[in-house]
């Protein structure tokens, strides 16, 4: 059983229906024990990174001893965003730390569109699990105007251009995040997240 973490924000419906259209046991929960007894965990999310976490706040302790232990995690949008220390979105709020970085606005002295919108091309980093089978890099579709500065040495980045280089997805471990919506990004993402559900599956039998 995979738990999409459902604790007020956001995109759930569709994050729900894509994972139930390739065959995945989901339940949608903010139940404590719930989240205890999944073999992984999706935190959805959309809007400001720090109302995100103001409303995740009763259960992200139990998300953080689960992840800790070893549990699959995958972060989307603004879930991905509150895996990092800190977010200065509105500002500056600390987030789930899971993950070394902070979250940072997307420049805005640069000539480019905000919010970031549309596909764009992620490459990938070599070994990068979540996005198995899919070669080098593939598009996906975004919808950010803030995005994740990484320092953490054992994280692994998938990286996009968009005027500057921007954080399109990482992984460290049993933690993975995407800023693209791969429920929204066609069959590519559709592979995303099964590739997720493979991790998970793969964990269980471990």
Known sequence: M????????????????????????ITVSC???????AHGLILPGVGASGYAMEKVAPIAEVIKQETLSGKPLLGICVGYQLLFDESHEMGTHQCLGLIGGKVVPIPTDMDLTIPHM????????????LFDTLGDG????FANSYYA??????AKVATTEYG??????VEKGNIYGTQFHPEKSSNDGLQ??????????EELTC
């Open 2 to 25: 995979l738990v999409i973490i459902d604790y007020g924000v956001g995109n759930v419906r569709s994050v729900t229906n894509a994972f139930r259209y390739i065959g995945s046991d």
């Open 31 to 37: 139940d404590p024990e719930i989240i205890q007894k």
């Open 118 to 129: 549309g596909w764009n091309y992620v490459k990938f980093a070599d070994s990068m699990s």
């Open 138 to 141: 593939k598009h996906f579709a």
């Open 149 to 154: 500065q990484v320092n953490d040495p054992d």
């Open 164 to 169: 500057i280089t921007l954080t399109g997805a």
């Open 192 to 201: 995303v997240l099964k590739n997720f559900v493979s991790i998970c599956r």
